[in-house]
């Protein structure tokens, strides 16, 4: 009975609640390094995210992904509140693929295809509708070309995002298996 009462409400827990906040450390720290070596097509601010999703599942995952942007508009940059959105979603992509289908290396990465397409589909019209398609990272000189080009306005934002997402989100998903593969058992609250 005990067991049960774990799995129906993981942040119950101890551990759950210790997750998750590690979940949002995880996407505020790798996030803000990615952008400060400004590493190409890599953003790592969902790897917490993606990491709760598979553990604890499809909602503490997206708990995890709207606070992490709620917490780090807060502290850095207000800009990314409005994408808690993204972040939740891919909480609830992930955690919900993870539940079926297991998070084994193919799960990760057709999942991480998959939240690659999804996560610039809900993002950018938040940024063409907020900020004009110019939201302050590497992506904003592609979408400047490309508008200068005579691309549409979602079109020119559009693109850079998923061509970063792509490499992103689909490393991000693999980095997360690889991570789950390496963990004691004990740890991961019976998934595996």
Known sequence: ?????????????????????????????????AQTLQIPLLFL?????????????????ALTGGLTNVIQGMITN???IPFALVNIAIGLIVGFMAKKYGFKFKTALITGGIVA??????????????????????????????????????????????TGNLVDKIGSCLLVWYVIRKM??????GKR
Do not use: C
């Open 117 to 162: 397409v999804v996560a610039p589909l809900i993002g950018t019209p938040i940024a063409v509708v907020m900020y004009g398609g110019v939201t302050g990272g590497g992506t904003d000189i592609i979408f400047a070309w490309l508008l200068a080009s005579g691309q549409r306005i979602f079109t020119a934002a559009f693109i850079p995002r998923i």
């Open 78 to 80: 207000p800009r990314t």
């Open 1 to 33: 009975m005990m067991e049960l009462q774990k799995k129906a409400a993981p942040f119950s827990s101890t551990g759950g609640m210790i997750y998750a906040s590690l979940g949002v450390v995880l996407n505020i720290v790798l996030g803000t390094l």
């Open 45 to 61: 601010d969902t790897v917490g995210t993606i990491f709760v999703a598979v553990v604890l599942g499809p909602f503490a995952g």
């Open 184 to 189: 004691p058992p004990q740890y991961l609250f």
